[in-house]
């Protein structure tokens, strides 16, 4: 510790354990939905990353059977098309198509039911299909890999964007500085037990009882949003919006409408379509190269798993030590344009020699600083927008951007990708300059924001009907 000049006593270290410790506890009593809110985030994602590897697997499959069904291979192979060469792009562009679906789908839930509805509604929906996909896998059914790919992409972003947009109606935005890189945290640790978990018991369990591991992490979440909803009603009430019992209304389709008129929200969309540029062109590649080097499936899921591994690690550093200071002291401004700075500074250093275990550690960087740095500076400015932006516009760049750049890159990829690494990873560079471009104009932008009004620290809560 070093001394404090105007006291002469010692100064707390901010990134030694017992600061942090004693940070935790004091936010623990200030703040008692805290503890729900990391469970949630943790058990959300704990359940996904059970799901990712197996995700990932059937997308770097050589088994065409398995991912597309049997008529539509026999069908493309009639017309001079082999399914195995394009699985990526078929796969990525499926996503995209689901999300435009699902989109007026979640709208209208959004528009016409309370929060203490469509929330319980989305979550159930998600545990019926983990049922279904479990008697998929258990009976060998073909082509239930893309179909499975193309889920639990809708799933994560749809799901994860709920859980954003309700701490955002949980905590104000001075609350959300100092609790959200310990939520991140929460998830974080849960992204540590998934893969850990799957590359534990794949080999024994097999893959169709993973479907009912994530279902039961899923029903914990069911659990968490009902235990929650007191604290964000207090909050509403404080602030004087129009309470999450009440349907909000508006148009199915306003979040796009929003995205479309609001600086701030073009400027999210921006950040998001390019960010996912970057991560996009790096997940090919890694695709690639486990099609190169690993056969089977079980090989490919431990390979997956084991990056996932070293990136939450990674996170939960930066979470812990880190995205509370950053937040406090300086805003949003260092969590978007450092990870900002470093993807265009990997990507150069790929361009120049595009090396696989560089790749991995440019991966690792990527992914680690979206998830301690970027996503919780980005869901910080959420707190301070109305309760349609909240949940409608930011569903939309979540999803619909989110799915439209990965379409747009997966496409891209395939034509670079015949001239080799150095050329994908120098377009890479222009895609990390807008991905950096993007995040100035949300730092300028958010700046003009007003602060809401404050709230008390929400020491009790309202009493819940759910």
């Not at 309700?166 to 100092?178: I, L």
């Amino acid at each position: 510790m070093a001394p404090d000049a105007s006291s002469g006593s010692p100064m707390p270290d901010p990134f030694s354990p017992t600061t942090f410790a004693a940070r935790l506890r004091a936010e623990l009593r200030e703040s008692p939905p805290l503890l729900w809110s990391f469970l949630y985030f943790f058990a959300l994602l704990s359940g996904y990353y059970v799901l990712r590897p197996v995700r990932d697997a059937l997308g770097a499959s050589t088994d065409v059977l398995a991912v597309f069904p049997a008529a539509l291979v026999e069908w493309a192979r009639g017309h001079g098309i082999e399914l195995g060469d394009l699985t990526l792009q078929i796969l990525f562009t499926g996503t995209f198509l689901g999300m435009l679906l699902a989109q007026p789908v979640y709208g209208a839930l959004v528009s016409r039911y309370p929060r203490r509805v469509f929330l319980p509604v989305v979550y159930g929906f998600f545990i019926a299909c983990l049922f279904g996909f479990y008697f998929a896998f258990d009976s060998g059914l073909p082509g239930r890999g893309a179909l499975f790919f193309i889920w639990v992409a809708v799933f994560n972003l749809f799901a994860v964007s709920v859980f954003w947009s309700y701490m955002a109606d949980v905590f104000s935005n001075e609350q959300s500085k100092r609790v959200y890189g310990y939520i991140a945290a929460g998830g974080t640790v849960g992204g540590f037990l998934g893969p850990a978990l799957t590359r534990a018991v794949v080999e024994d369990v097999g893959v169709a009882n993973l479907m009912l591991v994530s279902a039961a992490l899923l029903g914990l979440c069911l659990w968490c949003i009902v235990r929650l909803a007191p604290w964000a009603r207090r909050r509403e009430l404080a602030t004087g919006q129009r309470g999450g019992d009440e349907a909000m209304g508006g148009e199915i389709l306003a979040g796009l409408k929003r995205i479309a008129s609001d600086p701030l929200l073009r400027a999210l969309a921006i950040l998001m379509f390019f960010g996912v540029g970057v991560g996009t062109l790096l997940y090919n590649e890694q695709a690639r190269i486990a099609r190169t080097y690993f056969d089977s499936a079980e090989a490919r899921t431990g390979y997956y798993a084991a990056i996932d591994f070293w990136i939450n690690a990674t996170t939960l550093l930066i979470q812990v030590f880190l995205t509370r200071f950053l937040l406090v002291r300086f805003g949003v401004a260092p969590l978007l344009l450092v990870p900002a700075g470093a993807i265009l500074l990997g990507y150069c250093v790929l361009a120049a020699a595009p090396l696989p275990a560089l790749i991995a550690l440019v991966q690792i960087a990527t992914r680690a600083g979206e998830f301690s740095l970027g996503k919780p500076g980005r869901e910080t400015i959420y707190t301070r927008v109305d309760r349609e932006s909240r949940y409608k516009a930011k569903a939309a760049i979540d999803t619909v951007v989110y799915r439209g750049g990965d379409l747009t890159f997966v496409w891209l990829h395939k034509p670079l990708a015949a001239f080799g690494s150095h050329v994908v990873f120098a377009l890479g560079i222009g895609v990390a300059a807008a991905f950096s471009y993007g995040a100035w104009r949300v730092v300028r932008e958010q700046a003009r924001l007003a602060d809401p009004a404050p709230t008390a620290p929400a020491l009790e809560p309202v009493p819940a009907r759910a």
